[in-house]
């Protein structure tokens, strides 16, 4: 048994594939079934049922799924605490965000990191701000930006960052060329929707009293694809100003004002009060809210 096998094995329970465990591990199927055949030979136990449809944790398995988690994380600790004694910031760490904080915000921050502290490792974990929480209080994510508030008591939270959200039509759309609307006009419009997340819950409840009559032309899981199916006149949606100001820019959207309607989206950098974090991780707590000071500095002079 080695720690080799051991992530194999984790990775199979947790993807319930042999196949695409193998991915993961960039091992062929054939390997990956060798290393579980060792694995359960070390420990005399079947650990896996296999099935036409899906691989399901034995009750052996079950309990060495939980060990193996735990050793994994120490071996990787291990690793960050040895490399913690030294003068050179390094490591790896694993950060989590959503998929519009990665595309919008994220880039120009760890691009400056990158330049300051070249021997980290950067892994994202892009998933809804909730799975986020979960795996930053669980331990397998450092540090994490989500949408708040947040109420874990387990959890540091920083505020970071506070963006607008308005409504976002095509140019040629009748609303563009308006000083304000109503909540009414929008109403009718057809509408974009994301498929989930919190754009899609701010929206759900805006529009409740209109939910007889709202025709949502198309729900989408990507705000890259509702930015292109705005721009081209299919519907109007709700976004963060700064996630389309590029295509404000190039005039391909416009951002609208709504009376009544004043909504803001907060986010926070968290992770654990009562884990000693990596020398790697602290670096990038700092440069993010040193960022935040930058961002903040910048708002206030407009």
């Known amino acids: ?17 042999f196949s695409r465990a193998g991915q993961k591990v960039f091992r062929s199927q054939s390997a990956v079934s060798a290393q579980i055949r060792q694995l359960e030979q070390a420990y005399r136990a079947k650990l896996l049922d296999r099935s036409a449809k899906s691989v399901e944790l034995t009750p052996a398995g079950e309990v060495l799924f939980e060990y193996a988690e735990k050793l994994l994380r120490l071996r990787d600790e291990s690793v960050q605490g040895v490399a913690d004694r030294g003068d050179v910031v390094q490591g790896r760490v694993v950060f989590g965000a959503n998929e519009a904080t990665c595309l919008y915000l994220l880039p120009d921050i760890f691009a400056d990191f990158q330049k300051k502290y070249p021997l980290v490792h950067i892994s994202i974990y892009r998933n809804f701000s909730h799975k986020i929480l979960q795996r ?20 540091k939270v920083h505020h970071i960052y506070k963006d607008r959200m308005r409504f976002m039509v095509s140019t040629h759309n009748p609303l563009a060329h308006r000083g304000k609307v109503t909540l009414d006009e929008v109403a009718a419009q057809p509408q974009i ?60 959207v416009k951002l609208i004002n709504v009376e009544g309607v004043d909504l803001f989206r907060e986010l926070g950098l968290v992770y654990r009060r009562d884990r000693s974090l990596p020398r790697a991780a ?9 960022h935040r000071k930058g961002h903040e500095g910048e708002a206030a002079a407009h």
């Not at 048994?1 to 594939?17: C, E, H, I, P, R």
């Not at 930015?227 to 709700?238: M, Y």
Request: charged share 25%; proline share 5%; aromatic share 8%.
């Open 1 to 17: 048994m080695d720690f080799d096998q051991l992530a194999t094995f984790v990775y199979v329970a947790k993807l319930k594939s």
């Open 282 to 290: 602290q670096a990038l707590i700092a440069m993010i809210r040193e």
């Open 193 to 252: 929707f994301p498929r989930t997340g919190y754009t899609r819950q701010v929206l759900d409840k805006l529009f409740r009293p209109y939910r007889s009559r709202i025709q949502v032309t198309m729900e989408l899981p990507s705000i890259g694809m509702i930015k292109r199916f705005v721009a081209a006149d299919v519907g109007v949606s709700l976004i963060s100003e700064t996630f389309a100001k590029d295509q404000v820019k190039a005039g391909e």
């Open 136 to 155: 930053v209080e669980d331990g397998s994510v450092d540090v994490g930006i989500v949408t708040l508030p947040t109420k874990s008591p387990n959890l």
